[in-house]
């Protein structure tokens, strides 16, 4: 039985909060992502400040994993149902979506976002010794033969 207000009539239910339109443009960015970080966020959305991203990741549909290189994740059905949403307002057409994953003059989107992303992902950059160039080190005494 659910609880009466006075007078017997149904106490109100409360409003859904309703993301920023900041927040819902971010959500489509990063729906084309995998994972994610505050700045990759902000930018893939071509936005100026980090507070919509902040915000965004406050929410419990985006997961946390403070130990990745992108901690923040946004579960791939989430993603899809972000991508298929037909009945949003502000939802964004096939072109929007196009636009979103590639670059724009002037603009930073998704594909300068992914750079930032991948760049990221490399620890370190090796270079490779040719065929010609000697060792640089000799092998530990272990591995010479006795």
Not at 16 to 44: I, M, Q
Not at 84 to 95: C, G, I, L, M, V
Not at 98 to 125: K, Q
Not at 128 to 138: D, R
Request: charged fraction near 25%; hydrophobic fraction near 35%; proline fraction near 14%.
């Amino acid at each position: 039985m659910r609880p009466r207000g006075a007078g017997g009539a149904r106490p109100p239910r409360p409003r859904p909060v309703r993301p920023h339109p900041d927040e819902r443009h971010l959500l489509r960015s990063v729906a084309l992502l995998d994972a994610f970080d505050l700045d990759l966020a902000t930018r893939a959305a071509g936005l100026t400040q980090q507070a919509p991203a902040r915000r965004l990741t406050e929410r419990p549909l985006i997961t946390e994993n403070p130990y990745a290189l992108w901690p923040y994740h946004l579960h791939r059905a989430i993603r899809s149902a972000v991508r298929d949403d037909n009945h949003s307002e502000d939802r964004w057409t096939p072109a929007d979506w196009h636009h979103a994953a590639n670059p724009r003059p002037g603009r930073p989107r998704l594909i300068e976002a992914a750079f930032v992303y991948t760049d990221d992902s490399v620890w370190e950059h090796l270079t490779l010794p040719t065929a010609s160039a000697p060792p640089t080190a000799s092998p530990p005494s272990c591995y010479l033969p006795s």
